[in-house]
């Protein structure tokens, strides 16, 4: 029996990615501390994802969820499927561990699914952070976004069409209603708050800006380049941290170089927990200028350590995770966004009330809170075959 008196499952996560990737992001995060809290609540827990060189094939996090990982970026998909259909018969990595056979698959949809309805032979949860509208042109070039998009907005609404959903925003739910998901099959789980990892430290004595996330093109990581930019003359001790990884790194170093600003602007690359503590402590704003976001964990991240954030009106969750023009502040366009920028660092007392206003905000949302809301939904989808 788990914490809550219903009885314990074994509850198998298909994600293209884990932490440890060196391309994992929020939505990794997300996962991975859902699985954690259901580990602790009394379940078992499995996490089957893409290999890459940062771990081995087949590992147990400290909070005891075991990781299998196989296949490359476009390859899980079919080892997922695999692994699936070798554990109903009773053969495979689930079986030779001891696992089992999955009592629930929480299929984990970005951009494209793991079509799990088609092998699992158990229920399916269908979890999607947000919809990928937008960034399909983005990364991909016309004829790969229009297969994409076709996948993400009719294929999987099909394919999943009795499946219950789980979303971590209002926004992302009522874009997955307007593709024709029923909109009480979707139920909305909010991110958790990371903990906090080390004692409050002073800000820089000079006007800083901080970007926190992987370096991809939808993340919009230009903008705070050109705001940067625009405000050189101004404010001439001006500084940009980009903190993460991601293959859209050197074009963002060339226009950096374009702009002038290559001596303004710090590329941090991978940080610690530590490193990323003392940046977003020491950081007087931080920037989130992605295209769409389900949730947006770096603002909560941030708003944990007192510090506000700017983002896009428009981008989906991040106005859920933040309270706008209390909490941090939400902008329509990129000359609004240079401008807020400009204003708040030349305001430091509406900037400091920001900060105390989104500590307070940030400590709304607990990961305790959000593991005990899943278990409620692991417990309910799996009430049949129990």
Same mark, same amino acid.
């Given at each position: 029996?788990?914490?809550?008196?219903?009885?314990?499952?074994?509850?198998?996560?298909?994600?293209?990615?884990?932490?440890?990737?060196?391309?994992?992001?929020?939505?990794?995060?997300?996962?991975?501390?859902?699985?954690?809290?259901?580990?602790?609540?009394?379940?078992?827990?499995?996490?089957?994802?893409?290999?890459?060189?940062?771990?081995?094939?087949?590992?147990?996090?400290?909070?005891?969820?075991?990781?299998?990982?196989?296949?490359?970026?476009?390859?899980?998909?079919?080892?997922?499927?695999?692994?699936?259909?070798?554990?109903?018969?009773?053969?495979?990595?689930?079986?030779?561990?001891?696992?089992?056979?999955?009592?629930?698959?929480?299929?984990?949809?970005?951009?494209?699914?793991?079509?799990?309805?088609?092998?699992?032979?158990?229920? !399916?949860? +269908?979890?999607?952070?947000? %919809?990928?509208?937008?960034?399909? =042109?983005? @990364?991909? *070039? /016309?004829? $790969?976004? #229009?297969?994409?998009?076709?996948?993400?907005?009719?294929?999987?609404?099909?394919?999943?069409?009795?499946?219950?959903?789980?979303?971590?925003?209002?926004?992302?739910?009522?874009?997955?209603?307007?593709?024709? !998901?029923? +909109?009480?099959?979707?139920? %909305?789980?909010?991110?958790?708050? =990371?903990? @906090?990892? *080390? /004692?409050? $430290?002073? #800000?820089?004595?000079?006007?800083?800006?901080?970007?926190?996330?992987?370096?991809?093109?939808?993340?919009?990581?230009?903008?705070?380049?050109?705001?940067?930019?625009?405000?050189?003359?101004?404010?001439?001790?001006?500084?940009?941290?980009?903190?993460?990884?991601?293959?859209?790194?050197? =074009?963002?170093?060339?226009?950096?170089?374009?702009?002038?600003?290559?001596?303004?602007?710090?590329?941090?690359?991978?940080?610690?927990?530590?490193?990323?503590?003392?940046?977003?402590?020491?950081?007087?704003?931080?920037?989130?200028?992605?295209?769409?976001?389900?949730?947006?964990?770096?603002?909560?991240?941030?708003?944990?350590?007192?510090? =506000?954030?700017?983002?896009?009106?428009?981008?989906?969750?991040?106005?859920?995770?933040?309270?706008?023009?209390?909490?941090?502040?939400?902008?329509?366009?990129?000359?609004?966004?240079?401008?807020?920028?400009?204003?708040?660092?030349?305001?430091?007392?509406?900037?400091?009330?920001?900060?105390?206003?989104?500590?307070?905000?940030?400590?709304?949302?607990?990961?305790?809170?959000?593991?005990?809301?899943?278990?409620?939904?692991?417990?309910?989808?799996?009430?049949?075959?129990?």
């Amino acid at each position: 029996m788990d914490t809550y008196g219903t009885p314990s499952r074994h509850v198998l996560f298909l994600n293209w990615r884990d932490t440890l990737n060196p391309e994992g992001g929020g939505s990794e995060v997300y996962i991975e501390r859902i699985a954690a809290e259901l580990v602790t609540a009394g379940h078992q827990v499995t996490l089957f994802c893409a290999a890459h060189r940062n771990a081995g094939r087949s590992t147990v996090t400290d909070s005891g969820v075991r990781v299998l990982r196989r296949g490359s970026r476009m390859t899980v998909y079919l080892r997922a499927a695999l692994i699936c259909l070798a554990g109903r018969f009773g053969f495979g990595p689930l079986s030779r561990r001891g696992l089992g056979r999955p009592d629930l698959i929480v299929d984990v949809c970005n951009g494209v699914p793991f079509f799990a309805p088609l092998y699992a032979g158990r229920p !399916v949860i +269908a979890l999607v952070h947000h %919809v990928h509208r937008e960034q399909w =042109p983005v @990364v991909f *070039g /016309p004829w $790969l976004a #229009r297969i994409g998009w076709w996948i993400e907005s009719r294929l999987a609404v099909r394919l999943y069409r009795r499946c219950r959903y789980v979303t971590v925003s209002e926004a992302s739910r009522a874009e997955l209603a307007t593709l024709g !998901v029923d +909109a009480e099959r979707i139920d %909305v789980v909010p991110n958790g708050t =990371p903990p @906090v990892t *080390g /004692p409050a $430290l002073p #800000r820089t004595l000079h006007p800083s800006l901080l970007v926190l996330g992987r370096l991809v093109p939808h993340k919009r990581v230009e903008i705070a380049l050109r705001t940067v930019a625009e405000l050189a003359d101004e404010l001439p001790e001006l500084e940009l941290v980009v903190a993460g990884q991601g293959w859209w790194e050197e =074009p963002l170093r060339e226009l950096a170089g374009t702009l002038g600003i290559t001596d303004r602007v710090r590329f941090a690359g991978f940080v610690t927990e530590e490193e990323k503590h003392a940046l977003l402590c020491s950081s007087w704003l931080a920037l989130t200028p992605s295209l769409k976001e389900g949730w947006g964990l770096t603002i909560v991240e941030a708003a944990a350590r007192s510090t =506000p954030t700017l983002a896009f009106r428009y981008a989906g969750g991040v106005a859920e995770a933040m309270v706008d023009t209390e909490t941090g502040v939400l902008v329509d366009d990129e000359q609004e966004f240079t401008t807020v920028v400009r204003d708040l660092l030349a305001d430091d007392v509406r900037r400091k009330d920001m900060g105390e206003a989104a500590l307070a905000h940030a400590a709304r949302f607990t990961w305790a809170a959000t593991g005990a809301r899943f278990a409620q939904l692991v417990a309910r989808a799996t009430a049949r075959t129990g």
